[in-house]
């Protein structure tokens, strides 16, 4: 069953017949990454260990390998996300927060695939 295209934080998204659009293989995986990455921990009523909680570190001490690490640990949850090659991850401080790129291969498609997102307050 496909997921309906959501990114966190966005608006439901419409088809053209005006139905609720629906995210397939890239896509799909793109926002389940982003939602599980930005999810406060505990936040998730039914699943209280779901979510790696990026947005609560805001303002905190971070160091880049630690945030990394985290990062990869969450997205090897995901069933789309391939564990070889390993998920490259960069995390840069930017003014109020930090930038994430990651670059991974997709066990959806088989190819490799771009997330870029900032976290700020």
Known sequence: MSDAFHYF????????TGDLLTAEAADE??????RRLLTNIK?????????AGLPGMIGQ?????ELSAL????????????????PQIAV???????????TYVSNATG???????DVTP
């Open 111 to 117: 190819e490799t695939d771009f997330l870029s997102f």
């Open 43 to 51: 936040g998730y009523l039914w699943e209280p260990g779901y979510g």
């Open 71 to 86: 990062i990869t640990s969450q997205m090897y949850l995901e069933a789309d996300v391939a564990h070889d090659p390993e």
């Open 9 to 16: 934080g966005s608006d439901l998204t419409l088809s053209a």
């Open 61 to 65: 001490t971070l160091e880049a390998a």
């Open 29 to 34: 995986t793109t926002q389940r990454i982003l």
């Open 92 to 102: 840069q401080q930017i003014p109020n927060g930090v930038a994430v790129q990651i």
